[in-house]
């Protein structure tokens, strides 16, 4: 089993079923470098139907990639928002969010995101964070964090900005990364 990871919920034994459906739900989810994941998203306006079904869609994807966490920039949509794992059965949007507090203390932990598959690099970020925004129906909601849930909202947040893990890490594993991720060329 993997450490904790930013996104990556667990890497454990998946069956024949559980990993077909993990592998289509990746191939839904935008793959580095694809431009969508380097862009600003821009506030959600209008609470209805449209965003409800996006939130139930990217829910079922989260599921299903195993992951903790999905922004919408991640399926090519650029509003502003996510959903994530607030608690170990708590799965919840959060539109127009804003990190409201953050803690002094902050630790590394090996981050992975579901839009750079086998990649996994140190990412320094306060342990405890408090989040507010609205949920699909355009409640206020506010969630105070902490270790792997308040790293995955501010994984989700960043998401939004155009950030990613590469951009957070060390420059020697930003590096490695880069270097893993580079589309290999074949001489024949
Ligand atoms: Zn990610």
Known sequence: MAKAEGQVYEDD????????RRRLALAQIRQYPDVALK????PVEHFDDDLRSLVDRMKRLMRDARGIGLAATQVGVL???F???????EVVAVVNPEIVERSDETD?????????QGVLVPVERPVRVTIAGRDENGEDVRFEL?????????HEADHLDGVLIIDRTTPEARREALALLRPRIVLT
């Open 146 to 154: 902490e270790d792997i849930y308040a790293r995955a909202a501010q």
């Open 108 to 116: 590394v932990v090996e981050e992975g995101c579901l839009s750079i």
């Open 39 to 42: 862009m600003t998203a821009r």
């Open 79 to 81: 509003q502003r928002l």
């Open 83 to 89: 959903v994530f794992h607030a608690a170990e059965d």
């Open 13 to 20: 034994e998946l069956d024949a079923e559980q990993e077909a």
